[in-house]
T-cell receptor
Framework: DAGVTQSPTHLIKTRGQQVTLRCSPI?????VSWYQQVLGQGPQFIFQ???????GRGNFPDRFSARQFPNYSSELNVNALLLGDSALYLC???????????FGDGTRLSIL | SQELEQSPQSLIVQEGKNLTINCTSS?????LYWYKQKYGEGLIFLMM?????EEKSHEKITAKLDEKKQQSSLHITASQPSHAGIYLC???????????FGKGTTLSVSS
């Protein structure tokens, strides 16, 4: 069975640009969560969606937004990119909530 | 806000030796998860603990949850090079809508 898939795997952008990251959950999973991981730190929670509704939001600015589609896939959008947005962005899916979350391999975003 | 502290921050062990990684929460633990991460890659789910005193094992890895101490431990028996990586503990936030992670413990196994 396919795991959580994320695209693209790597991305290079410049300051001020906008980026969209994509995530396909494990088949049957209805909950998708997004995390940001900077080097040397644990993942930081950004959003959680369940059945297309936002269930949780972390302490990130409004430049970060997300949505979940009827097929449960999800997109994370980041506007007005800053150098500090350079990180590994991880998507995780679960049947519901945190029970447990299974992660994709992430999208490595570099901001120049 | 809840914080998870992992110790040690890094660990180098000789192949075949046992080791323990600890994870201590600043607040009540509702659910505790252990993950393993290879550098720059995604997280691999290892175990989930939800009840005080719960203990789970998979192959040579055992995890325990001490609800009273707000602490979990991960024990690896007879370590192998394949155990090398970053071990992360994560905890449910109170609403169950997010995982809070520790900073991770980097494990190296020398042969």
């Amino acid at each position: 069975d396919a795991g959580v898939t994320q695209s693209p795997t790597h991305l290079i952008k410049t300051r001020g640009q906008q980026v969209t990251l994509r995530c396909s959950p494990i088949s049957g999973h209805k909950s998708v969560s997004w995390y940001q991981q900077v080097l040397g730190q644990g993942p930081q929670f950004i959003f959680q969606y369940y059945e297309k509704e936002e269930r949780g939001r972390g302490n990130f600015p409004d430049r970060f937004s997300a949505r979940q589609f009827p097929n449960y896939s999800s997109e994370l959008n980041v506007n007005a990119l800053l150098l500090g947005d350079s990180a590994l962005y991880l998507c995780a899916s679960s049947l519901v909530g945190n029970q447990p979350q299974h992660f994709g391999d992430g999208t490595r975003l570099s901001i120049l | 806000s809840q914080e998870l502290e992992q110790s040690p921050q890094s660990l180098i062990v000789q192949e075949g030796k046992n080791l323990t990684i600890n994870c201590t929460s600043s607040k009540t633990l509702y659910g505790l998860y252990w993950y393993k991460q290879k550098y720059g890659e995604g997280l691999i789910f290892l175990m989930m603990l939800q009840k005080g005193g719960e203990e789970k094992s998979h192959e040579k890895i055992t995890a325990k949850l001490d609800e009273k101490k707000q602490q979990s431990s991960l024990h690896i028996t007879a370590s192998q090079p394949s155990h090398a990586g970053i071990y992360l503990c994560g905890a449910d936030n109170q609403a169950g809508t997010a995982l809070i992670f520790g900073k991770g413990t980097t494990l190296s196994v020398s042969s």
